[in-house]
Nanobody, 111 residues
Framework: QVQLVESGGGLVQAGGSLRLSCTAS????????MGWYRQAPGKQRELVAT??????TNYGDAVKGRFTISRDNAKKVYLQMNSLKPEDTAVYYC??????WGQGTQVTVSS
């Protein structure tokens, strides 16, 4: 069964840090890109960050300079989130190759 499993969400105060993890399992095809997206209540899902198998990264404007995406193998990706703001509050979704989604993990930043 192909799936993505996220972990690491939670409640943090503004200015704090969290690290999200995503592990892909059951993958039998080539992984080109893994990434993170987020969706806040009443808003559209938006790009947070992506990383390709050649380690090329791309970030959404709202998180540049504060978040860092990385991976330690082809099937596990991390999102280090620093200097968190209340507006970072959202459900964070892991994505693979643009079409496979995880179930999401809640991140809540209190002011």
């Amino acid at each position: 069964q192909v799936q993505l499993v996220e972990s690491g969400g939670g409640l943090v105060q503004a200015g704090g840090s969290l690290r999200l993890s995503c592990t892909a399992s059951g993958i039998t095809f080539s992984i080109a890109t893994m990434g993170w997206y987020r969706q806040a209540p009443g808003k559209q899902r938006e790009l947070v960050a992506t990383i390709t198998r050649s380690d090329s990264t791309n970030y959404g404007d709202a998180v540049k300079g504060r978040f860092t995406i990385s991976r330690d193998n082809a099937k596990k990706v991390y999102l280090q989130m620093n200097s968190l703001k209340p507006e970072d509050t959202a459900v964070y979704y892991c994505n693979l190759n643009g079409w496979l989604w995880g179930q999401g993990t809640q991140v809540t930043v209190s002011s």
